[in-house]
Structure formats: C-alpha cells, structure tokens
C-alpha cells in the first residue's frame, strides 16, 4: 500500500478511536426504540402513528427514551431484493448498538422481523401495529422474541350496515385498495366477510394497474345504487408521479356522484363522508404505551403473543352529509359529526328566495361590497394593532410564557423565558426542550399533565427544576390545555415564574412560626406550674391551720380551687396546639372532676358535662373557670346535704353572638324564704362580679327543692362556636 493511503488509514483508525466513547456515552444510559414503517414518510397513515407513538412516549414517565424510525418504502418497492438490501443496511446500522424494544406498523414491517428479525435483533421484543393478516404472527419459543400489539380488522360489516340504513337500494361497493401485500391482506379480510352479501352487494375493486384517470372514470359511471370505500391504494398518474390515494382522494370526491366512506380516520377532512373508523394516530399511541410496557415488565420470550383488536369510533363530516343529503338518524348512536356549525337558523325557503329577488333587483350587493371592504381593511389595521400590543405585553412580562405541543415541541417562548433558560427566541421555535424536574417532583407533574389531558383545562403547580449549573430552583406554573375540535389535548400554555425566593421566605416564617409556638407553649407551661406552687403553698397552710382555726383553713382551700382553675385552663392551653382557645368540653371534664374529687363525698356525686360547638378564648376561660369553681364548690358543700347521692350538670352551647352557660344541681336547693340574690357569700359575689364585670354577661338563679340551676349569658367570638377538627388541634 503506498505511503499515502497508510496515512489515511491511520487517521480514520485515530477518529473512530476518539469517536466511539463519545457516541457511547451519549446513548448511555437511554432505552432505544426503533420504529420499523412499512411505508415511507410522506404517507399520512404513517405520519399519523409516528404522531401517535411519540406521543405515549412523551406522556410516560420514562425521560431517556431514544425513538428511531426505519422506513420500508413497501409501498414503492418489496421485493427480494429490496427487503435483502435492508437487511444488510440494518445488520451493519445496529451491529453494535442492539435497540431495547421493536415497533413494526402494518403487515410488510411484521413479514420483515419474522424473516430478518431474530438475526437482527436476537431476543428484542417486538411490539406491531396496524396488521390486516394475524397469520403473520410468528411462532414464539425459547428462541424468539416477545410479540404483544394491535390487530387492524377492516369493520366492513358494520360499515355496510351503516352504508345500506343510508341507502336501502345499495348493490354495489366500488373499493378502493392496492395490489401490495397490506392491499392484499384487506382485500383477503373484504372477501373472507362478503360472502354474507353473496347475491345482494357486488363487490369491484379498481383494475390492477389503474390510474387517477382511470379510478376517476369508474368512479363517474357508478350508479346512484352504489357507495366507494376508500382503504388504501398507491398508484402512478399518466406521468409516473407517484401518490398516495389521501393524496388524491379530494379529487376523486369531486369526480365522485356517491359518497365516499372509508374505515381510516386519516381520509378525514380531505372528501369522505366518513364512516366506522379505525384512528392510526391510536394505533401508535397504542403501541407506544406497549412499548413502554414491554421496557418496565421485561416479559419472558417464550409468552405467546398478546393479541389486541383496533378500536372503531362512527365520524362523520357534516359538509358531505349536506352535500349528498343523508340525515344524521341515518347514522350510528354516538357518531362524531365533524365541521358542524356551532348554530344555525332555519330559514323558509320562500322567504330566502324573495329576499334574495329583492337584494338583487336593488343593486345592493355592490354597495355591501364597498362596505365589507372598507370595514375589511379597518379590521385588518386593528388586527395588526392588536397583535403589535399582544407581542408588547407578552414580550414586556417578567413571567415566562410558553406554548408548546404534547410532544415537547416549542411553538412560542417569550424573551422572559429565553433569558431564564438561556436560549434563543427565535432558534427555539420547533425544538424540543423541557426543563429537567427534581427527581422528587417528576411523579406529580406526570399527575399534573395527566389531569389536563383528561379534562382539567387549567391546573396550577408548583414544583422545583434543576437548571445546567446544578442548582435547584421553585417554579409556579399555571399551565392551560389547548384541545382540537375532537377535544384532544394537541399543546398546553404555560404561565410561571421563579417562587424561590418566596419558598426560602416561607421556611423561615415557618421556623420563626415553630419557635414562637414553643415559646408561647413554655410561657403557659411555666404559668401552670407557678400556680400550681402557690396552690401547694395553700394547701400547706391550710393543712397548718386545719386544726387551730378550721375557718381559716376553709378559706385558704377555697383560694387554693380558685388558682386551681385558673392554673387549670394555663395547662389546658399548654398540652392545645392552637394558642387562641381551648376545647370547652376537654376543659370542663377535667376541672370539674378536679374541684368535685377534692371532697370528701366526691364519690356520691355523678358529673355530666354537655358542651355544643363551643371553644373559649383565654380572657374568657379564666373568669369562667372561675365561675365553674365557686358554683361547684358551693353545690358540693350546701346541695346534697342529708342525700346518698347527687347530679352536676354543666351545659354550654352558643345562642346566636352569645354563649349560654347552664350549671345546675339535683340537690336540696336555697333554703326556704332565701333569696339567692341577696346572699352575702363570697363565692356568691365573686360569680356575679364575674359574670357583669369580666365577661359582660348576665345570669338567672333558679332554685327549689329539686335543685338550683345558674343560667349565664355572655357574649361569644363567633369565630370559634364551630370546633376546631381534631387534626388542626
């Protein structure tokens, strides 16, 4: 070899030394799935599960998903020849660099992987799509590898049904369909179900090497008896210009004097009536999700294939119906009627004719004319001001707006968001680029989107991203669902901006918030023990004077229950996570039992405590606790003298601004000729100058010999008659 050529040789060796580990390390790390078409790019049925397929992919969970597409061109040229030339291009293309999961669309992709496909991809699981003819399906075994995917079966016999309700007197399809192997595979499936029409419905098929001109002229000479259903065809015109029949199929639709029907949603808008319709756009997203299946589960090789059948969905177009004068109770329930006009008027066709005479015998159709031209051109001025002062605003943001498709394509991202992300207005249109989420957050923005895509058309969220340089930043988004006329959701509007700063702000409230809580905590803590002292301290002395002066003593323990009770609603709002108010009833419970036990006799008496929807702030806790003291302590002492056995009650309830509090006794009551008003005790006074001067309320005694009952108003926060749920405590 000369000098040259070993030079050269040694710096493509050095390049693809250099070049392997960085394509490896690019790959690294990502699940591979290959798409294997058996059409070619331009075709709309491919277009529309390619469409599908990436979109499963981009509503997954999954972030590392690579998708390559091979195209087959079946539809161009299947030979031997073709399909051995692709298998050497595959073989040398994925030598070293095996995908994760296979996706075969329609029969000669499916027929490829079972001939080429375990020396290709040894063990890769296949999932298929869109395939007319089951017996495709390979074998599986130890050695093969795993099939799952959807079966494409033509619904011919409910889309003849629907044909003959429309037109009773049909006796004859013209059916559109190629001479390629898929064409083949539907024509097998169209005669395997026509034989139930054997005698009533003639089936014709175009000549094998018809052209436009030459389905075009079949299509003229149909009777008013017969229908066409367009399938799929792929011919030449006079001037070997290759098309696609959706190519053409607006063009046959004119030539056409009876409907069009076809069983593909892709024939949809473009001159077909419509029909019993199996979406390629479905297919795909179909396979995509078992794709993506395939990849979590791993399911083992020898599995027998699983096995779905295409869903079909009746649609319609409302401008061919029209057109060809079918009423819509022709059609099956729950049919889609595309193009309908949101509302309409009926008008009398008299009516419609004379005023049409007289609009034209005035001449005032000129005059309009000049009308709508003027108001046109000013509309046109107001639209470009309009959207001169849309961009203004948009651009003038300091939040970041973005619209962008379910795919992750970029239609408009305005400079707030160029700036933010660092990227170029204009170079990012087209593009896909999404933010990478915290690992944490990526579960509940996936809930997020799926809540839009099912109905939700505005959601908002705020979540955290992780931006090139490694730091983690908080996101609020307030993100809209833009569907198209079916109501699928097609792009989503996205609102937001960076609440870093806010969140950092709102923890250290919150920790300022916890330290506060525990200090106030401490402060009540402190308080009750305080008094709680001072309450031993009495009870000392009233031990020390029990013997010498018993009065004495009584009246230092009846000091000793008043700082009792006070000290009792400290505790209560100590062990309460709401510092305002305490729980009545958990309150009175145990101050109750607290003053009844500190009696000898405690035992004979039964507490019954009745507390609705109440709470008390602390200015009103005290003085009535306080109340509750001396009314208990003067009932246990006075009210069941001479009894075995005695009932408390203490009821409290609010009675629209104002709380009533109702304490009472079965006892003996006030003695007779008594006058509890005039009673010169000191417990009595204290209740009363309580309840006037501390709580602003009013009272009624009740007394006699089935017992006394003290009836206080006063008045109440309204905010707090409802309880506080037991979690918020």
């Not at 031997?80 to 075969?104: C, G, M, R, W």
């Not at 702000?505 to 106030?520: G, H, M, N, Y």
């Not at 062990?575 to 009696?599: K, M």
């Amino acid at each position: 070899m000369r000098p040259e050529l070993w030079s050269l040789a040694a710096g493509i060796l050095i390049i693809t030394l250099l070049i392997l580990p960085v394509a490896a390390a690019e790959t690294e790390g990502q699940d591979q799935i290959v798409y294997i078409s058996s059409y070619g790019p331009s075709y709309i049925w491919n277009q529309e599960i390619e469409a599908g397929i990436e979109a499963a992919i981009a509503d997954s969970e999954h972030t590392h998903l690579q998708l390559s597409i091979e195209y087959l061109d079946t539809k161009v040229i299947s030979d031997a020849t073709h399909f051995e030339n692709l298998y050497q291009t595959f073989a040398h293309k994925y030598a070293t660099a095996s995908p994760d999961v296979i996706i075969a669309s329609d029969d000669s992709a499916l027929l490829f992987m079972d001939e080429y496909g375990d020396h290709l991809f040894p063990g890769v699981p296949v999932v298929f799509t869109g395939i007319n003819n089951a017996s495709n399906l390979p074998e599986t075994g130890e050695d093969t590898s795993f099939y799952i995917g959807t079966l494409e079966e033509v619904p011919l016999q409910k889309m003849v049904d629907v044909i003959r309700v429309i037109n009773p007197m049909t006796d004859t399809i013209y059916v559109i369909l190629d001479n390629t192997y898929t064409g083949r595979a539907i024509r097998k499936q169209i005669d395997e179900q026509a034989t139930e029409y054997t005698g009533t419905i003639t089936f014709r098929y175009p000549e094998a090497d018809a052209n436009i001109n030459g389905i075009s002229a079949d299509l003229a000479d149909l009777p008013e008896t017969a229908a066409i259903l367009i399938l799929t065809y792929y011919l030449n015109d006079q001037g070997l210009t290759p098309y696609h029949i959706d190519e053409i199929s607006i063009e046959l639709s004119a030539a056409s004097p009876v409907p069009i029907y076809s069983t593909s949603s892709m024939f949809n808008n473009i001159g077909v009536v419509g029909g019993v319709q199996i979406s390629p756009y479905d297919l795909g997203y179909d396979a995509g999700s078992q794709a993506i299946w395939v990849l979590d589960e791993a399911p083992a090789r020898e599995t027998d294939p699983i096995i779905y059948t295409a869903n079909i969905t009746p649609v319609f177009d409302y401008n061919e119906l029209q057109r060809f004068g079918i009423p819509e109770s022709a059609l099956p329930k729950g049919s889609t009627i595309m193009n309908r006009p949101p509302d309409f008027i009926t008008v009398d066709r008299g009516i419609a004719i004379g005023t049409i005479a007289i609009a034209f015998i005035l001449g005032i159709l000129v005059l309009l004319l000049i009308v709508q031209n003027v108001a046109l051109t000013k509309t046109r001025a107001l639209l470009t001001k309009n959207e001169h002062l849309y961009r203004s605003v948009v651009e003038g943001q300091t939040e970041m707006i973005t619209r962008f498709r379910v795919d992750g394509t970029i239609i408009f991202i305005n400079s707030a968001y160029a700036r933010y992300f660092g990227l170029n207005q204009d170079a990012a249109k087209g593009m896909k680029f999404r933010a990478r989420i915290y690992e944490a957050d990526r579960n509940r923005v996936a809930a997020h989107f799926a809540a839009l895509r099912s109905g939700s058309a505005d959601q908002i969220i705020e979540q955290r991203i992780v931006l090139n340089d490694g730091s983690i930043r908080w996101h609020r988004w307030d993100d809209h669902a833009i569907s198209d006329k079916d109501g699928k959701v097609t792009e989503y509007q996205s609102v937001g901006m960076d609440i870093t700063e806010q969140k950092e702000a709102e923890v250290k409230i919150q920790d300022s918030l916890q330290e506060k809580t525990v200090l106030l905590q401490e402060v009540h803590h402190r308080v009750k023990n305080n008094l709680a002292v001072i309450s031993s301290m009495l009870e000392m002395q009233a031990m020390k004077e029990e013997e010498t002066n018993p009065y004495v003593a009584t009246r230092i323990r009846d000091a000793e229950g008043r700082i009792r009770s006070m000290a009792a609603v400290h505790e209560e709002l100590y062990r309460s996570d709401s510092f305002g108010a305490i729980d009545t009833e958990s309150h009175f419970e145990h101050l109750a039992h607290d003053i009844i036990n500190t009696f000898p006799d405690a035992a004979k008496v039964s507490l019954r405590i009745k507390v609705e929807n109440c709470r008390l702030t602390l200015d009103k806790a005290i003085p009535v606790s306080l109340i509750i003291n001396e009314l208990l302590t003067n009932a246990m002492k006075y009210a069941f003298a001479g009894q075995t056995e005695g009932i408390i009650t203490i009821q409290m309830q609010p009675d629209g601004a104002r709380a009533v509090l109702i304490v009472s006794d079965n006892g003996i009551g006030f003695p007779d000729g008594s006058e509890p008003e005039q009673t010169a005790s000191l417990g009595i006074r204290m209740v009363k100058t309580f309840v006037e001067y501390q709580l602003d309320g009013s009272y009624e005694i009740t007394t006699g010999p089935d017992g006394t009952a003290w009836t206080i108003w006063f008045p109440l926060d309204t905010r707090l008659f409802q309880k506080q749920p037991e979690e918020n405590r």
